[in-house]
């Protein structure tokens, strides 16, 4: 499986980003992918996941209403459009599979890299 995302960089608050994911070679059973950040210091944090069957998203409470996350089958591609960034988004935002559909503790089994999203003035 490989995950691999960018678009990532530094941004001013209220400002927007489109994150990109590349993934291949996932398994055929793992029904959702997403994005989970991390900033340093704190715990890991789902913050959007879609069924790639259905269509079905999760947003993480912190991040609805300003993020957006769409796919695109035929391209193997998932996206995240950030909006109205806030300096709390600063963190490393990974591409993952599979992903939880609600707030829940999770075991993530892939993830790529990571991209760096810096929000500041």
């Known amino acids: 499986v490989q995950l691999q995302a960018s678009g990532g960089g530094l941004e001013q608050p209220g400002g927007s980003l489109r994150l990109s994911c590349a993934a291949s070679?996932?398994?055929?059973?793992?029904?959702?992918i997403g994005w989970f950040r991390q900033a340093p210091g704190k715990e890991r944090e789902g913050v959007s996941c879609?069924?790639?069957?259905?269509?079905?998203?999760y947003y993480a409470d912190s991040v609805k209403g300003r993020f957006t996350i769409s796919k695109d089958n035929a391209a193997n591609r998932v996206y995240l459009q950030m909006n109205s960034l806030k300096p709390e988004d600063t963190a490393v935002y990974y591409c993952?599979?599979?992903?939880?559909?609600?707030?829940?503790?999770?075991?993530?089994?892939?993830w790529g890299q990571g991209t760096l999203v810096t929000v500041s003035s």
């Open positions: 070679g996932v398994p055929g059973h793992y029904l959702n």
């Open positions: 993952a599979v599979p992903c939880p559909m609600g707030d829940y503790d999770w075991e993530y089994q892939y």
């Open positions: 879609i069924s790639r069957i259905d269509g079905g998203i």
